[in-house]
């Protein structure tokens, strides 16, 4: 079967910037194994596909080079964007396999994502343990003022905040342990944060269980990010806040992040989008 995979990268008005993602506008009909070998072949850290219902919203699958993953944000992006300048602006309604997800996108193709309920869980002592030594981290190198602890927006994130911006550049992990371990607890990202002001963190996203080093830009461990910040009372006053990510891979990402009174409605991520034309539009 052949797919036409559009590749947009999210979170950046510079194709040189942000996170690519693979993007197929209409899947329907397409088998799984199909799914998974386009975005092997795509080779970026998630291909979104989108599958159309009659009522106007849409089924989507997310694909790593690896396996299936429940949401992706980045890859959200990208697609309701692309989805947008082939269709038309206005709210896209997503059946992810983590939830229902409501993205709104204006007319100058800035897309808004609406989370799933989120969700908080402590991080085992044991746990952040075993992840310091394959970070190759020490306790005192952690932020204080935030506490290590698991998020859920859409999908499972330990988050670990550092206390300078230059530990949390100088990032030399065990990919094949650190693989293994978030395997075993079902985390799809590890978020390492550093928080520069009241309204600004810039953020570090290893993804071994997708084959990836690290991701440039992730929406949705800025929206787990988002409820954790939440519930540890530490969010700007306005509730509003931009995240800075791969700025350390010469991928420089922005994403905004907005946290309403009642957690439980949503964490609202959003960004830009941008097509990348200097790359083939065929796979499968």
Known sequence: MNANVLRYSAFTTDPAGGNPAG???????????????????????????????EDGT????????LAEVPFCGHATIAATVAHAEANGAGE?????????????????FTATLTSVEPRM??????????????LRWHRDELDP????????????HPIIAVSTRDRLARLDYDFDALSGLMAQRGWTT?????????????????????????????????AALGAYLAHNEALPADRVFRVHQGDDL???????VTVPEDPREGIRVSGTAVRITDAANQAG
């Open 92 to 108: 896209k309604v997503l059946h992810t396999r983590a939830g229902r997800v409501r993205v709104q996108v204006d007319e100058q």
């Open 190 to 222: 590890l978020n390492l944060i550093w928080r520069a002001d009241a309204d600004t963190f810039h953020a570090r996203n290893p993804f071994p269980p997708g084959g990836v080093v690290e991701d440039p830009a992730t929406g949705a461990a800025a």
């Open 145 to 156: 003022a935030l506490a290590p602890a698991v998020a859920y927006a859409g999908a499972w």
């Open 23 to 53: 993007v197929v506008l209409d899947a329907r009909g397409m088998p799984e194994a199909d799914m998974q070998r386009i975005a092997a072949e795509v080779g970026y850290s998630e291909t979104a596909f989108l599958l159309p219902r």
């Open 58 to 65: 849409f089924e989507v699958r997310y694909f790593s080079p």
């Open 121 to 134: 869980a402590p991080l085992d002592p044991d746990d952040l343990d075993r992840l310091l030594a394959v």
């Open 250 to 256: 010469g991928r420089p990402s922005r994403i905004g």
